[in-house]
C-alpha cells in the first residue's frame, strides 16, 4: 500500500505564496508520476501540475507561470510552490502518485487566498 500526506496549506492573502509538501510512503517500487490536484467548494476536481517520471513538468493553464512542481526522488516527496495567488486557488490541494496503472492520492490540504 501507498500513503502520500499533504502539509503546507493555509490562509494567504491575494498576491501571496505557499509551498505545499506531499511526502510518499508504502510500497513503491516502480519510477512514477506525481501530480497535484485541487477542488474547490462546490466545483470538480481539477488538474493541477504534473512532475513525470522522465523528469517533465505540465501545468494546468489557469497556474502556468505562477506554480511551480518539484520532486525529491530520494525522499519521494513533491513539492508545489505558489506563487501570486489568487482568490480563486482557493481550493482543496491533492498529491498523487502512480504506480503502474494505479493512482494513489493523499487527503488533502486546504488553500484559502482572501481578497
Not at 500526506?5 to 508504502?26: H, I, M, N, P, W
Not at 490536484?37 to 481539477?46: L, S, T, V
Request: hydrophobic share 30%; net charge neutral; proline share 2%.
Amino acid at each position: 500500500q501507498v500513503q502520500l500526506v499533504e502539509s503546507g496549506g493555509g490562509l494567504v492573502q491575494a498576491g501571496g505564496s505557499l509551498r505545499l509538501s506531499c511526502a510518499a510512503s508504502g510500497r513503491i517500487f516502480s519510477i512514477h508520476d506525481m501530480a497535484w490536484h485541487r477542488q474547490a467548494p462546490g466545483k470538480q476536481r481539477e488538474w493541477v501540475a504534473t512532475f513525470t517520471a522522465g523528469g517533465d513538468t505540465n501545468y494546468a493553464d489557469s497556474v502556468k507561470g505562477r506554480f511551480t512542481i518539484s520532486r525529491d526522488n530520494g525522499r519521494n516527496t513533491v513539492y508545489l510552490q505558489m506563487n501570486s495567488l489568487k482568490p480563486e486557488d482557493t481550493a482543496d490541494y491533492y498529491c498523487g502518485l502512480t504506480q503502474g496503472s494505479s493512482w494513489y492520492w493523499g487527503q488533502g490540504t486546504q488553500v484559502t487566498v482572501s481578497s
